[in-house]
């Protein structure tokens, strides 16, 4: 079947512009996470979904940045007012459930210039 | 809160030559831990779950092992196509990932 898939795979935009990033999760997988990994960086935890519910929402970095998940599949994270701190590599991931491993995507690059 | 801590940071080996990585970690009750290859621009791919101490599970030229306190990745004979870096990870409602470590195979 088919991966978790994200789109765009490549975004470019200017400061103070609004992004959204799409997250196409494995069929069936009730659990997604959002997160942002800089160049060279870890993967820094930003949120996770369990259903279309986001439990707790304390990793996102500040207000300008919001998920949400409809019928248990497709999210999306928006980031508003964009800052070049922004720019990173965006992942998704799904599983089963909140117990199981994790499948990422290829992540999305967002460059703010 | 969970810790994840792996060593080293960048490992550099001759082919055919093994090591091992080290994943050391600090939760309350573990409840599974997780392995995963990272290649440079693409997402984390999944490579083994153990969940209890004394498991052990081999992929290839790669055998993970778990204790009470830590996980071993161990490369056997690796190839240059086993350059990437190595992600563990607790099961944690947080994604609780350590920093990786970075191995470079030279042929």
């Known amino acids: 079947g088919a991966g978790v898939s994200q789109s765009p795979s490549n975004k470019v935009t200017e400061k103070g512009k609004d992004v959204e990033l799409r997250c196409d999760p494995i069929?069936?997988?009730?659990?997604l996470y959002w997160y942002r990994q800089r160049l060279g960086q870890g993967l820094e935890f930003l949120i996770y979904?369990?259903?279309?519910?986001?439990?707790?929402k304390s990793g996102l970095p500040s207000d300008r940045f919001s998920a949400e998940r409809t019928g248990e599949s497709v999210s999306t994270l928006t980031i508003q007012r964009t800052q070049q701190e922004d720019s990173a590599v965006y992942l998704c991931?799904?599983?089963?459930?909140?117990?199981?491993?994790?499948?990422f995507g290829p992540g999305t690059r967002l460059t703010v210039l | 809160e969970d810790q994840v801590t792996q060593s080293p940071e960048a490992l550099r080996l001759q082919e055919g030559e093994s090591s091992s990585l080290n994943c050391s970690y600090t939760?309350?009750?573990?409840?599974?831990l997780f392995w995963y290859r990272q290649d440079p621009g693409k997402g984390p791919e999944f490579l083994f779950t153990?969940?209890?101490a004394g498991e052990e599970k081999e992929k290839e030229r790669l055998k993970a092992t778990l204790t009470k306190k830590e996980s071993f990745l161990h490369i056997t004979a690796p190839k240059p196509e086993d350059s990437a870096t190595y992600l563990c990870?607790?099961?944690?409602?947080?994604?609780?990932f350590g920093a990786g470590t970075t191995v470079t195979v030279r042929a």
């Open positions: 990870a607790v099961l944690s409602l947080k994604g609780s």
């Open positions: 153990l969940y209890s």
């Open positions: 979904f369990q259903g279309n519910s986001a439990p707790d």
């Open positions: 069929s069936g997988h009730t659990a």
């Open positions: 991931a799904s599983s089963w459930t909140v117990y199981n491993e994790q499948f």
């Open positions: 939760v309350s009750g573990l409840r599974g």
